[in-house]
T-cell receptor, first 115, second 113 residues
C-alpha cells in the first residue's frame, strides 16, 4: 500500500489567496483526520471524518477553513482567504477503525507558507 | 483543561545506550495511549500502543510502561541507534469524550555516534 498520500508537499502563496490541500487515505480505512502542526501549538486536530461524514470539526480555527470528503478515497482542506498565521505543516491521517481515533497512519504533510 | 505533556523537551544519548522518554497525562479517564515517532520532514509514525488496562507492552527494541497511579507513560528504546533520532510524541484517547487523539508536546531524541 502506498500509505496516505498528500498533495502538494509544499505550497507557497500570498495572503488572501485560496489554498486547497488534498489527501488520499489508505484504501479501506474508515476514518480520516486533518491536523495542523506548528512549533508554538504542536499537533492540533482540525477535523475528522468517519465514513465520509464530518464527525468533529471543533478544531477548525475559523470560517476561513473548510474540509470535504466527497468519497472514501479523497478529502480536501481549503483555506479561503489564507493568512500568514496559517503557515504550518498540515497532515492528513487515516485509521481503519470505526471508532474515531485509534491507530492512525499519517501522510507526509503539506508545508504551507503564506506570505 | 486536560492535557498530555512531556517532561523533557530534548534528550541526548550515546549510541548503544538505552533511552527513556517520559510523558505525563492528566486525564484519568484516558483509555488508550500511543507513541509516535516523527523524523524531520515526515509525518508521525506509529511506534507502539497500550490500553489503559495494561501496564507494560513490548515491541521490537521498544517498551511502553503505563503507571496509572501517577498518570505516567514512558517509552524505552533499547540499544539506541542513530536512526532513532527524531521527535517522539505520546498521545491519548478518551473514547467517551469524543475519541479524539490528543498529542503531547514532543521530545526530541538525539543519538550521538
Amino acid at each position: 500500500d502506498a500509505g496516505v498520500i498528500q498533495s502538494p508537499r509544499h505550497e507557497v502563496t500570498e495572503m488572501g489567496q485560496e489554498v486547497t490541500l488534498r489527501c488520499k487515505p489508505i484504501s479501506g480505512h474508515n476514518s480520516l483526520f486533518w491536523y495542523r502542526q506548528t512549533m508554538m501549538r504542536g499537533l492540533e486536530l482540525l477535523i475528522y471524518f468517519n465514513n465520509n461524514v464530518p464527525i468533529d470539526d471543533s478544531g477548525m480555527p475559523e470560517d476561513r477553513f473548510s474540509a470535504k470528503m466527497p468519497n472514501a478515497s479523497f478529502s480536501t482542506l481549503k483555506i479561503q482567504p489564507s493568512e500568514p498565521r496559517d503557515s504550518a505543516v498540515y497532515f492528513c491521517a487515516s485509521s481503519p477503525d470505526r471508532v474515531a481515533a485509534d491507530t492512525q497512519y499519517f501522510g507526509p504533510g503539506t508545508r504551507l507558507t503564506v506570505l | 483543561g486536560e492535557s498530555v505533556g512531556l517532561h523533557l523537551p530534548t534528550l541526548s544519548v550515546q549510541e548503544g545506550d538505552n533511552s527513556i522518554i517520559n510523558c505525563a497525562y492528566s486525564n484519568s479517564a484516558s483509555d488508550y495511549f500511543i507513541w509516535y515517532k516523527q523524523e524531520s520532514g515526515k509525518g508521525p509514525q506509529f511506534i507502539i500502543d497500550i490500553r489503559s488496562n495494561m501496564d507494560k507492552r513490548q515491541g521490537q527494541r521498544v517498551t511502553v510502561l503505563l503507571n496509572k497511579t501517577v498518570k505516567h507513560l514512558s517509552l524505552q528504546i533499547a540499544a539506541t541507534q542513530p536512526g532513532d533520532s527524531a521527535v517522539y510524541f505520546c498521545a491519548e484517547i478518551v473514547y467517551n469524550q469524543g475519541g479524539k487523539l490528543i498529542f503531547g508536546q514532543g521530545t526530541e531524541l538525539s543519538v550521538k555516534p
